[in-house]
């Protein structure tokens, strides 16, 4: 090597690949004001589409009249549900098997439900159209409480199926009954609690919430009457399922519907799913020929799209009295709103619930879900977490919390004595995972010592004594949570949608000049993945992430994918892209070889060349087998460099941390003030650090929210009570805690480059690690489990119950 | 209701249109100026989405009618790089401390902090965050926005930069 | 969501708006920083047919002195309110009440006339108000006239305000100096309106209390006047036990309605907290 020539490590850092803190691609665009989001798309003689909602949880529909809405100057037309069912489109599908009102027709089920789509020439008469349609209702009782679904004489909220004995998984119990699902060993786990030296039981409920990302759900329909072809563009996490959903409902055939998902505004769940307003912009278009734009509000998305959690945990562990875990059992109660649109792998209703042996190593358990009807809004998405994992990690992480409590343990200890030890792996797990790997002691021993965790636990003792002497009217709090995410869904044998296994793509085409374009079947909305996926093709190929560009999002030209959520696309699709790169890399291995008239077994790779083994002055570089490929390939190869994959992953990854939480309750108003919190994250190789912190800062303020505040709350009679950023909880810079971060590194086996994903790891993880902060603070007053979401009036009416104010 | 005429200068140009009294600001900009940079995130005020630089002062204009600003003298996001195209500090912060993610509470970030930086040029981390307390974000937790406009603040007043995010 | 139509009017003048509002009748409102009524009109709970907009009148703006009083321009923006040295000096609560109001961008725009006219039991200002002994000056067709702000509210969004008349100034008697004032403010978070919130200002005489005015935000449906809870204070050193009577007198004048800032007894509660704690601060303010 000469002086010229630059050294493997400045070729390799001039590449910009994985590990490295490469700036975000997407960021020039969007710091001008030049992304395009959906509502930016302006199409000539586009129409605006409203809904008209109903006010009531629950009420059947006894007269609509639109003739006062048509005669309004600028109205197109009004749909409603009679207009729909003649195209078998009042009802559509959901995810999880069960159908939805698209536009009511009998009945309303929930507040916002909705009831007829007016089309007009601009947003602003639709509005007042909208306002013009008169609907007659005729109020029935409400159905809100999930504990009294199943009560004999309950309301019957779904006449539609009433009579239906078998639901999507078995047989229904009740009118209101959904499905029920168990899994893992009954008797054995019965047998563990008879033979338990303690055992402890609590109620674990997780409120109901809404991903709201700052921009809703919207989409732009355009049906070409004369091709036949349909496109929309939406904001959609899985473009391609919408593309073959609506093929399937719709019976346009999939060829001829186009389906773009533009810059989305965040998604975290809650662009999942297919929503009414989708399909009446579609119908409208059909019927109308112009293209039609509907754009949610955000009362309307936060009570009438997909919500998450509402889980009710009942929740039972078993131990021997030096702590160690011997049983755990769980009944969840679950409530899915009005219609079942939970958006769960197929064969999992209550996602990957059954995750919810943690971190632990528990010899066995059972897990039992009943899925129930309620006059509130369908959904049951992944809010920033994989599928139920979030009600998971919560549930164990308190009823650990709460088992310690009853053995007198500090917290830490007691998962430090039940952690799955590192020889562990791959861990079968009693309900069915096998986690891929990890080191858990090192991860919450670094953390501990990060925060010297016996000082805080002495400070704490102090500030006990200080508060019993009346000197304060503080209480501290230390929380600890241990988590193990599930991600990458995943395995086709076990994960589906629709039918169609979980797989993800990526086609990467190298252009003679060595120029790259890739596509993937995931959607960003704001992962950053046009800057990650480049460094990944970057570090496999050598060729500069600068040369790169990604896209997803528009099914004409993506391999077909099942989109971004679930914390998936680094375990899919960032496999894919890895796979895809060495097939060309192996492709330009044949090249080289020809090129330097070796054997393909004399090369060897050097960052961004194949040079030949032992005479390192004789290589090849990417860029020129780029364009020896389009030039002079080897007798008997196609020209051309491009490849795809479709990754089937072996397995999920399992991602893993440790988070502590130190925080400050006055008790006098319930305001709890976070001092401190520290978040370790193990999500296996790092493909961009300066990402991966920025997710984890997300996820954490999400966790936040979640675990202080937020919830969507109905009254007795069905109202949503809280549907804005009013009384929405989402925390300005203000309230927001700063967040520590730290890492350590297990690579997942069975993952080409290592990397497990990250995005949601910090709401699974750091909503328990809050919660039990809130709970940690009370505890030495005797406190068991105080409900979240720990908002000021539910903290003030725990002191207030134990006497602290006198 | 009949149609007004109303004239404003945007980003340094003037700017004129024909729009309804009740036609909101933001939808003036973005419909009928197709400044789309801009963007509406709630219905009650709350979210900062909207958020633009009107004779001085950062307003959400989605609580604006565009004739109430006839007259003025608009900035948006779209107004912030140099003519030549160079980023403003705030731009290049925002890109080099990873303080933004979706980017769809950026724009109305960016004019904030514009206006913040204006009024207090070397503003503590406290000040930062009260002062973008009226713009909502949900994907970053604000901390690496915090640094973003620390380090435009540094730029700005010729400072050393601190080291890109972590 | 979109406002319904309206017809937009921009007088010059007091005089000219309170003609155009005593002619176009209750249908018409004044706009001052929009701050209350654009969201309202958006959500349709409220549906002017015209609004008056009252930003070109000059008159309207401005802070000053006038002997033993200030005196603040209906359409001073709460962000003036703050950047004001004179009120910093003079009239500190306001300042501090001001910055726990929203937001920046709401700040810059909302107004102070606006704040006190709106009839809102979640403005803040209207206590504040209330506790300084403040008197707005109205101007309607028949010319002007007085209303202290302790007569002014009548319900929610009901005021002494007669159709066509507008607040034009709000006079405020200026505390003595040395007098320790304090605004405590319970919110979810930036952007909230009070869970439960109190004005306090008071004067310290030999380590007692001199004098005394509280004032309750958002625990009713108008502002509140707590004299019971003030007396229990004046004479005092404003030792535990004269706060305790305060705080629980005005509680029991505290009516909140239960709503997603937490139950009606919780906010009651609330109402004692905050004017405790505004009690002690204002008492280490005085000097
Ligand atoms: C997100 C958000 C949060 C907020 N939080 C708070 C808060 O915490 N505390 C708080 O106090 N306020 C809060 N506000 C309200 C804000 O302070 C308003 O700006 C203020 O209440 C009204 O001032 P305005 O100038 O905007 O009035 P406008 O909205 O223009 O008017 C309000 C009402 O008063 C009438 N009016 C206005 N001026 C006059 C006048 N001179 N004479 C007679 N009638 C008049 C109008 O016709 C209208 O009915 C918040 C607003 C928003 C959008
Ligand atoms: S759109 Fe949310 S404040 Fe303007
Ligand atoms: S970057 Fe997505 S909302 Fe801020």
């Known amino acids: ?806 | ?166 | 969501m979109i406002p319904g139509a309206f017809a937009y009017h921009r007088p010059k003048t007091v005089k000219d708006a309170v003609a155009m509002l005593s002619e176009l009748g209750p249908d018409a409102r004044p706009l001052a920083g929009g701050h209350s009524l654009i969201p309202m009109m958006k959500l349709r709970l409220s549906s002017p047919a015209h609004l008056v907009d009252l930003r070109a009148i000059g008159e309207l703006k401005g802070i000053r002195a006038e002997g033993a009083e200030v005196v603040i321009g209906a359409m001073t923006t709460q962000h003036d309110v703050i950047a004001d040295s004179m009120l910093a000096a003079r009239l500190p609560i306001l300042r501090e009440t001001a910055l726990v109001i929203a937001d920046p961008q709401v700040r810059y725009v909302g107004t102070i006339g606006g704040n006190v006219a709106n009839g809102d039991p979640g403005n803040d200002m209207p206590a504040v108000m209330l506790c300084l002994g403040a008197v707005y000056q109205v101007a309607g067709r028949k010319g002007e006239r007085r209303i202290a702000a302790r007569k002014f509210y009548e319900g929610a969004y009901m005021t002494a305000l007669e159709p066509g008349e507008m607040v034009t100034a709000i006079r405020i008697p200026v505390p003595p100096s040395g007098h320790g004032a304090a605004y405590e403010k319970l919110k979810r978070k930036v952007g909230d309106y009070a869970t439960a919130a109190a004005a306090v200002v008071l004067t310290m005489s030999g380590g007692r209390a001199a004098t005394c005015s509280i004032g309750l935000t958002n625990l009713a449906e108008t502002p509140l006047w707590a004299e019971e809870a003030a007396k229990a204070v004046v004479g005092t050193t404003i030792d535990a036990a004269a706060v305790k009577k305060a705080a629980a007198a005005a509680e029991a004048i505290a009516s909140p309605a239960s709503d997603n800032r937490g139950p009606a007894e919780y906010r009651k509660k609330m109402a004692g907290v905050m004017v405790a704690r505004a009690l002690a601060r204002a008492k280490t303010r005085a000097g």
């Open chain 1, 1 to 806: 090597m000469n002086d010229v020539t630059p050294s493997s490590a400045e070729r390799a850092e001039k590449l910009q690949g994985m590990g490295c803190k490469r700036k975000r691609v997407e960021d020039i665009r969007f710091v001008q004001g030049k992304g395009s989001y959906v509502d930016d798309l302006k199409l000539p003689g586009m129409l605006h589409g409203d809904l008209v909602r109903s006010p009531y949880g629950h009420a059947r529909v006894r007269k609509i009249d639109a003739a006062k809405a048509k005669a309004l100057p600028g109205v197109v037309a009004v749909l409603t549900a009679a207009d729909l069912k003649p195209l078998n489109l009042h009802y559509m599908p959901t995810l999880a098997g069960d159908v939805q009102a698209v536009l009511a027709e009998e009945k309303v089920l929930y507040q916002n439900q909705e009831v007829a789509f007016v089309i007009a020439t601009d947003r602003y008469v639709a509005a007042d159209a909208a306002e013009l349609v008169e609907v007659e209702y005729e109020e029935l009782p409400a159905l809100v409480d999930p504990f009294k679904a199943m009560a004999p004489g309950a309301p019957v909220l779904r006449e539609d199926i009433k009579d239906k004995t078998d639901g999507a998984h078995g047989k229904r119990k009740h009118y209101n009954h959904i499905f029920a699902w168990q899994i893992g060993e009954k008797e054995a786990t019965d047998q563990a609690f008879r033979k338990a030296e303690v055992t402890v039981k609590e109620l674990i409920s997780y409120q109901r919430v809404h991903p709201c990302p700052l921009e809703t759900c919207q989409c732009v329909a355009s049906f070409d009457k004369i091709k036949g072809e349909l496109t929309v563009w939406g904001t959609f996490q899985a473009p391609h399922v919408i593309r073959t959903v609506a093929s399937l409902i719709s019976k346009i055939p999939e060829h001829k519907i186009h389906v773009i998902a533009p810059d989305i505004g965040g998604g975290f769940g809650n662009k999942v799913g297919a929503y009414p307003g989708y399909i009446c912009a579609v119908v409208a278009s059909i019927v109308t020929g112009r293209p039609v734009k509907w754009v949610e509000d955000r009362i309307e998305n936060l009570s009438a799209t997909s919500f998450a959690r509402d889980y009710h945990m009942t929740t039972e562990i078993a131990a021997t009295k030096d702590g160690r875990v011997t049983g755990l059992r769980v009944h969840v109660l679950a409530d899915h709103g009005a219609f079942d649109a939970c958006a769960d792998p197929s064969k999992w209703p209550a996602g990957f619930f059954n995750i919810v042996t943690g971190s632990y190593d528990f010899p066995v358990a059972h897990v039992a879900v009943d899925g129930v009807y309620t006059n509130k809004a369908p959904g049951g998405v992944a809010y920033r977490c994989s599928f139920r994992v979030t009600e998971a990690a919560y549930c164990i992480e308190r009823a650990m919390d709460i088992l310690a409590q009853k053995l007198g343990l500090d917290p830490a200890e007691l998962r430090l004595r039940n952690l799955i030890r590192r020889e562990q792996f791959p861990y079968q797990s009693a309900l069915g995972w096998e986690y891929d790997s990890g080191d858990y002691h090192a991860a919450l021993k670094k953390a501990m010592d990060a925060v010297d965790y016996r000082a805080l636990r002495a400070e704490q003792k102090a500030r006990q004594e200080a508060f019993k002497r009346g000197e304060t009217r503080e209480l501290m709090g230390i929380g600890v949570s241990f988590f193990t995410e599930i991600v990458g869904a995943g395995p086709s044998r076990n994960c589906d949608i629709l039918g169609i296994a979980m797989f993800d793509s990526a086609e990467i085409r190298i252009h003679p000049t060595g120029a790259v374009t890739a596509r993937m079947g995931t959607k960003s909305q704001g992962q950053g993945h046009e800057t990650t996926y480049a460094q990944i093709i970057a570090s496999e190929l050598g060729l500069p992430a600068d040369d790169i560009t990604v896209e997803e999002g528009n099914t004409d030209t993506a391999p077909y994918g099942l989109g971004t959520y679930g914390s998936r696309s680094t375990p899919t699709a960032g496999a894919a892209t890895a796979m895809a790169a060495r097939k060309i890399k192996a492709k330009a291995q044949m090249i080289a070889a020809d090129l330097l008239e070796v054997s393909e077994y004399d090369l060897e790779w050097d960052v961004d060349r194949f040079r030949v083994k032992g005479n390192p002055e004789r290589f090849k570089t990417m860029k020129e087998l780029a364009w020896a490929a389009y030039n002079r390939v080897p007798k008997g190869l196609e020209p051309g460099l491009e490849a795809v994959n479709y990754y089937d992953p072996p397995n999920m990854t399992y991602p893993f941390g440790a988070y502590i939480c130190v925080l400050d309750v006055d008790v006098d108003t319930g305001v709890c003030k976070v001092r401190r919190f520290y978040a370790l994250d193990d999500c296996g190789t790092r493909i961009n650090p300066m990402i991966i912190e920025g997710q984890i800062h997300g996820g954490l303020t999400e966790a936040f929210a979640i675990a202080m505040g937020q919830e969507i709350r109905y009254d007795e009679i069905g109202n949503c009570t809280n549907p804005s950023f009013m009384d929405y909880f989402l925390p300005t810079a203000v309230e927001t805690p700063k967040w520590e971060t730290d890492w350590t590194t297990t690579p997942s086996p069975h993952h080409p480059i290592g990397a497990k994903g990250v995005g949601e790891s910090p709401n699974v993880g750091g909503v328990p690690c809050f919660a039990n902060a809130v709970n940690d603070a009370f505890k030495f007053l005797g406190s068991t489990h105080i409900a979240m979401p720990h908002n000021h009036w539910r903290t003030w009416t725990v002191a207030d119950k134990l006497g602290l104010h006198g």
């Open chain 2, 1 to 166: 209701m009949a149609k007004v005429q109303v004239t404003m200068k945007v980003n340094g140009a003037p700017a004129e249109g024909l729009v309804e009294p009740r036609t909101l600001l933001i939808h003036f900009l973005r419909e009928q100026l197709n400044l789309t940079g801009a963007h509406v995130g709630c219905d009650t005020s709350h979210c900062g989405a909207c958020t633009v630089d009107l004779d001085g002062r950062s307003v959400k204009s989605c609580t604006m009618f565009a004739v109430q600003a006839d007259g003025a003298d608009i900035l948006t996001v779209e107004g912030l790089a140099a003519p030549g195209g160079t980023l403003h500090a705030l731009q290049e912060g925002f890109r080099e401390m990873h303080g933004l993610q979706c980017g769809f509470c950026t724009p109305g970030m960016l004019t904030r902090g514009y206006r913040l930086l204006e009024e207090n040029p070397r503003p503590s981390e406290d000040e930062i965050r009260a002062g973008i307390a009226g713009n909502l974000c949900r994907c970053t937790g604000y901390q690496n926005i915090v640094k973003a406009i620390q380090y435009a603040a540094a730029r700005l007043a010729g400072a050393p930069v601190k080291e890109a995010a972590e």
